[in-house]
Structure formats: C-alpha cells, structure tokens
C-alpha cells in the first residue's frame, strides 16, 4: 500500500503563488495532482512520470507546474498567477503503472487533500 502525505496547502491572495508537496512512501512511475471544488466533481490537475515527461490540464497550463524528486519519492506542484476559480482541496495521486488516463478512478493511491484557497 503507497501512502501519500499532502502539505503546503492555506490562504493566498489571487495572483499568488503556493507550492504543495506530496511524500510517497514508495517510488510510484505516475504521481498527479487533482482538485475538487465544494460541489463539483474531482479534477484532473497535472500529472508527471517517473521520466519526467509531464501533462497539464489547460486550465492551469502556463500557471503551474509539476515536478519530483525521485530521490525523495516526492512529487510538487508550484502553482503561479493563481484565480479564485483554483480554490479547491487538492490531492496527490499515485500509481505504479503508467497512467496515460486523467480519469480519477485510473489512479490506485490517494493523499487525505489539502486545501487552497485563493481570495479575489
């Protein structure tokens, strides 16, 4: 069982900038983010492999970006320029396949969430 451990969530100001942090227990080849507003369904974010090679969803391209350590089987996101409409609670995902999917069900481990919340 891969247990992944969230941090650096809080409160920004729009236009901000927030770096979460997620330690996994094991390496894991795929480890994204998702979010999920109050109401609404949990979202792809980003994802990254254990290459490096990375995909983003276009709502935050060019704003965030998502990185790991594989040293310290931890994978970030640094989130930049950051709007109202990112306020969410955050989770870090993990599985040891290769996830092409940005379908929540298709990856295996979760974190408990963190939240963000971005004032206007």
């Known amino acids: 069982q891969v247990q992944l451990v969230e941090s650096g969530g809080g409160l920004v100001q729009a236009g901000g900038s927030l770096r979460l942090s997620c330690a996994s227990s094991e390496r894991t080849f795929t480890m994204g983010w998702f979010r999920q507003a109050p109401g609404k369904e949990r979202d792809f974010v980003a994802r990254i492999y254990l290459t ?16 790991r ?8 996101l640094q989130m930049n320029s950051m709007k109202f409409e990112d306020t969410a609670v955050y989770y870090c995902a993990a599985d040891r396949g290769v996830v092409f999917s940005t379908v929540p069900a298709r990856f295996e481990y979760w974190g408990q969430g963190t939240q963000v919340t971005v004032s206007s």
């Open 52 to 67: 490096g090679s990375t995909f983003y969803a276009d709502s935050v391209k060019g704003r965030f970006t998502i990185s």
């Open 69 to 76: 350590d594989n040293a310290k089987n931890t994978v970030y």
